[in-house]
């Protein structure tokens, strides 16, 4: 069994930044993907960015491409997701997970198992 912690959101202006953190229990965080997704109000939950297990590879979202970087500290069993340049579109509760299943793609939610509880980010206009 794996938890995770997600920590890190809050209420920031367009155009300014946030580092959300995911804190994982588990002695195996080093042989799992993982990756975030965002649900915002009314809407489906939504493939934000997505990081191998050795972080090497890193994979976004359209949406967050070239403001938004994910990676991983293996040693303390977290990944990150640095989010800049943010904008009122981003708001939403952002989760990591972590990917168990390799049968489709990374951006596919039914790939992963053990979400975290979720952190509120809130970019006001």
């Known amino acids: 069994q794996v938890q995770l912690v997600e920590s890190g959101g809050g209420l920031v202006q367009a155009g300014g930044s946030l580092r959300l953190s995911c804190a994982a229990s588990?002695?195996?965080?080093?042989?799992?993907?993982m990756g975030w997704f965002r649900q915002a109000p009314g809407k489906e939950r939504e493939f934000v960015a997505y990081?191998?297990?050795?972080?090497?590879?890193?994979y976004y979202a359209d949406s967050v491409k070239g403001r938004f970087t994910m990676s991983r500290d293996n040693a303390k069993n977290t990944v990150y997701l640095q989010m800049n340049s943010l904008k009122p579109e981003d708001t939403a509760v952002y989760y990591c997970?972590?990917?168990?299943?390799?049968?489709?793609?990374?951006?596919?939610?039914?790939?992963?198992?053990?979400w975290g509880q979720g952190t509120q980010v809130t970019v006001s206009s």
């Open positions: 990081i191998s297990r050795s972080g090497g590879s890193t």
């Open positions: 997970a972590v990917r168990r299943r390799y049968s489709g793609s990374y951006y596919n939610e039914g790939e992963y198992d053990y």
């Open positions: 588990g002695r195996s965080f080093s042989t799992v993907a």
